[in-house]
């Protein structure tokens, strides 16, 4: 048993990477979410179509109206007191299109596929907060944007001058991303999301048709313009979100503490849980470590609660699991 405490403590000390970089920035909490949504859509299009015998060709413009908003709520894990919570929403309120139309037809029947401009508003925001510790940080962006729509659909001559169609899109509308963070120092939050900004299109439109004149030869020919209602799907929204610190080492946030073995300096190993956590770390007592090497302590004016930094100790904190797989890895 003695000589297991002796490899498991060289372990803690062999894989320490002697980083201050490491012990300064620990991420400790961590939480990521994924989102897309889905929308009614109504609006309004205006086009020309022309005809050569089976051939229809032409360009039109819609405007429409949807609310695509997803969003993602999550709670983080790991060693920061609850509750650490991170929001982050999307939204597409409007967008329109420019687009070529080209198609085959047979008498009232017209299958065609369509291609152009799509341009639109997106609005990206995003929030994370550890109330416990009295951090926060949030961001927005929102900006016009371009990009491009394809699509195909059917339309059918109710009447001479009534066409109704039923139309897919696939709309792209390009990324929009954002960060931020509490700042750079400890206690820190970080977080990041983006929305992808593409998302499907399905309507059903009326429009009234503007034949010419002694048109009967060329029935889809003339200037049209109607309405369309349908839905709108997509928009894939993700976000990460992590929160870092020196690990608050402070006895008096801890519990189920028992010592495994004392380095030669007589500084402690123990085992033990966060009071906020079932997880089993392998560590040191912030008390402690103030008497033997204050130099590695830090005192948070925040919450009056003491830090260790690990890395002057040449130590690594671990999970038990961690401690245990290293150690047996281990040879004398």
Not at 110 to 131: C, D, F, K, M, V
Not at 192 to 208: N, R
Request: glycine share 12%; aromatic share 10%; no cysteine.
């Amino acid at each position: 048993m003695k000589l297991k405490w002796i490899v498991a403590t060289a372990a803690l000390l062999a894989v320490a990477p002697l980083s201050s970089a490491w012990a300064q920035a620990n991420t400790f909490a961590t939480g990521s979410g994924s989102a897309s949504a889905s929308s009614w859509l109504a609006g309004a299009q205006a086009g020309y179509n022309w005809q050569r015998d089976w051939l229809v060709y032409g360009v039109e413009a819609d405007i429409s109206g949807l609310h695509l908003n997803p969003q993602i709520n999550t709670a983080l894990t790991g060693g920061f007191p609850p509750p650490v919570v991170g929001s982050t929403s999307s939204t597409i309120d409007w967008y329109g299109t420019v687009r070529a139309r080209a198609g085959w037809s047979s008498g009232p029947l017209l299958l065609y596929g369509t291609a152009g401009l799509a341009y639109g508003q997106r609005e990206l925001s995003s929030s994370l907060s550890a109330s416990a510790m009295g951090l926060a940080t949030s961001a927005q962006t929102s900006s016009d944007r371009a990009g491009w729509v394809a699509g195909f659909g059917v339309g059918y001559l109710w009447a001479p001058n009534v066409v109704l169609n039923v139309e897919y899109q696939h709309v792209d509308l390009g990324g929009i991303t954002l960060a931020s963070s509490t700042g750079p120092s400890l206690p820190q939050l970080t977080q990041s999301a983006s929305a992808s900004g593409h998302f499907e299109v399905v309507t059903v439109g009326l429009s009234w048709l503007f034949a010419p004149a002694g048109g009967s030869a060329a029935p889809w020919q003339g200037g049209y313009v109607g309405g369309h209602a349908g839905g709108a799907w997509g928009d894939t929204t993700t976000a990460s979100y992590s929160g870092s610190a020196i690990f608050v080492s402070d006895t008096r946030l801890k519990r189920d503490v028992a010592l495994l073995t004392r380095l030669g300096n007589g500084l402690g190993i123990y085992r033990y849980r966060y009071l906020w956590s079932d997880t089993v770390y392998v560590g040191v007592m912030a008390q402690e470590v103030a008497l033997i090497r204050p130099d590695a302590v830090v005192r948070s004016p925040l919450d009056d609660y003491l830090r260790v930094d690990y890395a002057r100790l040449g130590l690594k904190l671990m999970t038990l699991p961690e401690w245990e797989a290293v150690s047996q890895g281990m040879t004398l």
